[in-house]
């Protein structure tokens, strides 16, 4: 195998050894990032965190950056079938909410995704009336269950002078 290049695939060794390994080809995975008004949304990133066994074999989350035309990558990543993803779209400029889906298969990532408006919060963290740069904000969800109760649903770091601004999503529309 190419190093870098991925398969999931089943060995089944009930016909003996040893026993014979067929890896299909990748697929292109084109994904657009749009914000809430369906135009693009440059400089929105996507993260596709393996899970399943790709997360077992400790397969590197890859990272994109949408650009100016949406497009999460030029080319499109080659993912290998089979495998599953948590997909994590975020806008560092805080212009729409964050959009987490869990456990994917690479064949039902879709080709695009929108983002929503949101709830825009903003402040800044103080230690003894001092600013405190580098200290994590999170909103976490109270009412949810599962997985989902554990995450953040928004974390930013606070800048050099204490200063934050996120994005999250607006509870109304859970």
């Known amino acids: 195998m190419v190093p870098g290049v991925l398969a999931v695939v089943v060995l089944d060794t009930t016909s003996g050894v040893p026993a014979r390994l067929t890896v299909p080809p990748l697929v292109a995975a084109p994904i657009m990032v749009s914000g809430a008004d ?4 440059p400089g929105a990133t996507l993260d596709l965190v393996p899970t399943g066994a790709l997360g077992m074999a400790s397969t590197a989350t890859l990272h994109f950056v949408a650009d100016a035309n949406g497009r999460a990558a030029s080319p499109p990543p080659r993912l290998p079938p089979g495998g599953h993803y948590e997909l994590r779209l975020a ?11 869990a456990d994917r298969a690479v064949e039902a990532i879709a080709p695009s995704y929108q ?3 949101g709830v825009r919060l903003g402040g800044a963290v103080l230690r003894a009336n001092l600013p405190l740069g580098g200290a ?4 976490l969800c109270n009412d949810c269950t599962g997985i ?3 995450k953040p649903l928004v974390e930013v770091v606070s800048d050099a002078v204490g200063q934050f601004t996120m994005v999250m999503p607006d509870p109304g529309t859970r």
């Open 38 to 41: 369906a135009a693009p949304a």
């Open 91 to 101: 806008d560092p400029l805080a212009r729409f909410a964050p959009l987490f889906i």
């Open 115 to 117: 983002l929503s408006t």
């Open 136 to 139: 994590s904000v999170q909103i």
């Open 148 to 150: 989902a109760h554990d």
